[in-house]
């Protein structure tokens, strides 16, 4: 089955640098990959997803980059806020027909120092 | 909560108890899943539904069983074979346009 590694486990930045945290995946299939953040006793909540088929993808602050040759992918906070402070996963699937099951990573805990 | 509601929120397992978490979405999607989530673990795949009447084992489904007898509902009991169920479960559901809707989870604490 897929397997997700995530890295960092914990990252800490100054108020205004930038974030990244990286996967990779073991199944070569896979062709979507979500990134969800989840606040401390709340739901994960997505922020941006990339498919296969697609190098980059930016929204506002938030970017995700896919290496499809390398397995790997990986997500890009920039001029971060406190707000952003955080646990991060990554994850990946084959989708295919109407579902299809995540695997995740580990997570990263971002803090943001004001 | 967003279409797919977990209940209870908090639940209290006694020794060699079996307990029954709640999941009803009404968003109309034709898969749901469980997960679990312990610190430093991520989520992990308990089981999954890709239509009514049919589901399939995730990675740890040992101690764990579900049905699915409506599209709405995926119930997941811990059985008292699952010898360490205190974590938090997630129920989601999904279509390949709307990706995953997570459920606001259920903390379970054996005492």
């Known amino acids: 089955g897929e397997n997700v590694e995530q890295h960092p486990s914990t990252l800490s930045v100054q108020e205004g640098d930038s974030a990244v945290i990286k996967c990779t995946y073991s199944d070569s299939a896979s062709n979507y990959f979500p990134w969800y953040k989840q606040e401390l006793g709340k739901r994960p909540q997505l922020i941006i997803d990339?498919?296969?088929?697609?190098g980059e993808k930016k929204d506002q602050r938030i970017a995700v980059t896919l290496n499809k040759t390398a397995k790997h992918f990986s997500l890009h906070i920039t001029e971060t806020q406190p707000e952003d402070s955080a646990v991060y996963f990554c994850?990946?699937?084959?989708?295919?027909?109407?579902?299809?099951?995540?695997?995740f990573g580990k997570g990263t805990l971002l803090t943001v120092n004001p | 909560d967003g279409g797919i509601t977990q209940s209870p929120k908090y639940l209290f397992r006694k020794e060699g108890q079996n307990v029954t978490l709640s999941c009803e979405q009404n968003?109309?999607?034709?898969?749901m899943y469980w997960y679990r989530q312990d610190p430093g673990q991520g989520l992990r795949l308990i089981y999954y539904?890709?239509?009514?009447?049919?589901?399939q084992k995730g990675d740890i489904a040992e101690g764990y069983s579900v049905s699915r007898e409506k599209k709405e509902s995926f119930p997941l009991t811990v059985t008292s074979a699952q010898k360490n169920p205190t974590a938090f479960y997630l129920c989601a559901s999904s279509t390949p346009a709307a990706g995953y809707t997570f459920g606001s989870g259920t903390r379970l604490t054996v005492v």
């Open positions: 968003l109309n999607h034709d898969a």
């Open positions: 994850a990946a699937s084959n989708s295919g027909g109407s579902n299809y099951k995540l695997t």
């Open positions: 990339i498919r296969s088929n697609v």
């Open positions: 539904s890709q239509i009514v009447n049919d589901f």
